[in-house]
């Protein structure tokens, strides 16, 4: 007789518990943690880490020219860098945690860090 | 179990003491090995069957050749299950032409975790666990692996964990429909020996 393989109590329970994690995660990782510290890396060292909370321009020395990057309402952006091709000008602000922008040419970047750093959950 | 019996001819082998080298080495199989080899190549078959779906993102696949561990698990135990999966990451990494690259040793590291979950899991009591719970901890143990390899080594960024529930949740379906698969493949051969 053709019976579908009936699952047995406990897998039901494994299931539910695989769901639940999944979703678990989803929000962990997914909720997009505001960020409340900017990183500026220039030539790959920390050239300032700043704070979201007050507005400012910021001039970045690069082996191109300055970068100018302003913060403001928590949220970050490049506003002029001297490469050529304007991608990290083009990114706009960034406003999550874990959000980077680079100016590869001009060797500039600005990294968005918050509270707990998000890799923590993937300490396993 | 013996994979690989070595026997010399004659008295052969460094400690006699006559100096010659060894006149044969034979290599005799076990009906164990036999069994292990055929099941390995199912599941390469089946790893190679899977090369060729198309997938929207990389590292998410079905796990097919995962159900020929799982009957290998309930029929012949864990040992025959680990030379199975072991033997199925190295060849089939021979056939897709990735030995050695970074993508065999994420598969490498997912089948070693998922064998050491699957080895305490089937300890759970057996009236109420069945081959879909061990296919769905070992499916998670498998992605925790290569997450945790691609992490350290390939991608050290905090950003990868924005693809983890993805990633869990692909883990948590194909793991479930594995699982299935494979208690309906047990459920229907009867005869064969019973779980150890």
Not at chain 2, 75 to 96: D, K, N, P
Request: glycine fraction near 10%.
């Amino acid at each position: 007789m053709f019976v579908l393989y009936p699952l047995k109590v406990g897998d039901y329970f494994t299931v539910l518990a695989g769901l639940i994690s999944v979703v678990w995660l989803a929000m962990a990782l997914w909720s997009g943690a505001t960020a409340d510290k900017a990183i500026i890396r220039s030539g790959g060292k920390i050239f300032r880490e700043v704070s979201l909370l007050e507005n400012a321009e910021i001039s970045v020395p690069g082996p191109l020219g300055s970068s100018i990057i302003s913060i403001q309402n928590h949220q970050a952006r490049i506003t002029s860098d001297p490469s050529p091709r304007q991608y990290c000008v083009r990114q706009g602000w960034l406003k999550n945690a874990g959000e980077i922008a680079i100016c590869l040419p001009n060797q500039v970047s600005i990294e968005l860090t918050g509270g707990p750093k998000k890799y923590d959950s993937l300490n396993y | 179990m013996t994979a690989l019996t070595t026997k010399f001819g004659g008295d052969g082998g460094r400690g006699a003491g006559d100096g010659k080298p060894p006149a044969s080495i034979l290599l005799s199989a076990s009906a164990e090995d036999h069994h292990i080899a055929r099941m390995a190549a199912v599941a390469l078959g089946l790893t190679v069957l899977e090369a060729a779906i198309p997938s929207p993102l990389p590292g998410v696949k079905p796990g097919l050749a995962n159900i020929v561990v799982l009957i290998v698990l309930a029929r012949y135990g864990w040992r025959a299950a680990a030379w199975v999966s072991l033997l199925r990451v190295v060849a089939g990494s021979l056939l897709m032409g990735s030995f050695l690259a970074p993508g065999f040793f994420l598969s490498l590291v997912g089948a070693l975790l998922s064998l050491l979950v699957l080895a305490a899991s089937r300890h759970l009591p057996q009236r109420w666990f069945g081959c879909v719970t061990h296919s769905i901890l070992a499916a998670f143990a498998h992605i925790a692996g290569q997450m945790l390899v691609v992490y350290l080594w390939l991608i050290p960024h905090s950003g990868i964990a924005y693809l983890l529930p993805i990633f869990a949740a692909a883990a948590l379906v194909f793991g479930t429909i594995n699982g299935i698969i494979a208690a309906r493949f047990i459920a229907s051969n009867a005869d064969c020996p019973p779980i150890t």
